[in-house]
């Protein structure tokens, strides 16, 4: 059996919990021994992470202590999946350097709605757009068969590095309330080898609603098992 590791936490509007909970039933599903903290702090305990096939990571913003952040980099290199979506992974730590060099991209923004639109909460940054699917993604086990798919939610832009692998990017328009002057097109999902080990990350996923879409999930639960450990040896 392998063993998977789901860390949680940080920001609550992320809801990490219930969105976590949404991916305990898959995994037990699919063979995993599954064990849940609430804390980065077991990522600094080399027996468990040595035993660890994959890391379902859930935890916006936060802080992470440097022997964790070193754990976790070293279990990835050893062969350890890395996985999450949205700011539980693509906006976490936002002081480690290490860390984001480890996943290879960070959220910088989400583009809200035309200022006279707005109405002060969290829909101001809902926008309706596009994930679409590259050359690269059609042909991929995570994003095989599946189409170009429309969300209204936040859109995240990351900045990224060149050693990620793009399945599906999203692109920013420009609005005439925007300071940027031609669109931006952003990775939207991506892979990423880092020594033995593989990292998959989706930015959609802000809320319980996005990660019930059901090409939003497929891409989350097949990314767990492309990740893990197992299935790399494979």
Known sequence: MANALVVRGG???HRPVEATD???PFLARNGFDVRVSDSTAVYGDPTVMTETDLIVQCVT?????????A???AAVAAGTGFTGWHGGIADSFRSSSDYLQLVGAQFATHPGKEPACRVQDETDNFLTHTIEITPLGREHPITAGLTDFTLTTEQYWVLHDDLIDVLATTTHPVRTWHPWHRPITSPAVWTRQWGAGRIVVSTP??????LANPSVRT????????ASRTESAS
């Open 219 to 226: 891409v989350i639960e097949r990314g767990m098992l492309w």
């Open 71 to 73: 754990g976790l980099r």
């Open 22 to 24: 949404l991916f305990l």
């Open 205 to 210: 996923g802000h809320s319980l609603d996005v």
């Open 61 to 69: 913003m936060s802080s992470i202590e440097r022997d964790e952040v």
């Open 11 to 13: 920001w609550d509007g």
